[in-house]
């Protein structure tokens, strides 16, 4: 089992893998754990893996390059077009391989853990503005219900 490209579709806790040989014929089809993921690829050869880019594909992109493997990761609507069958997750991994596989895919780079880090603080920030201006403006609509106009502005 020579296994030269895998596609594996992301979830919270089972993921599903396809993997192609040289030839592009199908090799591997399997569901796995998430507590079985870094053992199976650290005793894979080294291979060319494609992901998409979603919540935990930075992490595991940053694992399985540690384990010596080629990782690039898609938008999810660039691999959407090479979906065959109705949508499901053997169907989405088979799709990331092919994807994975064409000359002329766009990638998307790989974060550092500082990076998100950096954009998880920004994201947090972003969301506690948002809820402040919520707050706000439930409260000056609260109060005009009362006859209290106040202007806009925090």
Known sequence: MNITTVGIDLAKNL????GVNEQGRTVL????KR????????NLPPCLIGMEACGS??????????????????????VKPYV???KNDMADAEA????????????????SMEQQAVLAL??????????????ANQIRGLLAEFG???PQGI
Not at 57 to 78: C, D, E, I, N
């Open 122 to 135: 920004h994201r947090v920030r972003q969301g506690f503005v948002k809820a402040r201006t919520a707050q």
């Open 84 to 86: 065959k069958t109705n």
């Open 35 to 42: 507590d079985q993921m870094a053992s199976f690829f650290a």
């Open 148 to 150: 209290l106009i106040i």
């Open 57 to 78: 594909a930075h992490h595991w992109a940053r694992k399985l390059r540690s384990l010596g493997h080629t990782v690039r990761l898609m938008a999810p609507q660039f």
């Open 15 to 18: 993921f599903q893998v396809h």
């Open 96 to 111: 990331i391989c092919e994807a994975v596989a064409r000359p002329n895919m766009r990638y998307v780079p790989v974060k």
């Open 29 to 32: 089809k399997k569901l796995l």
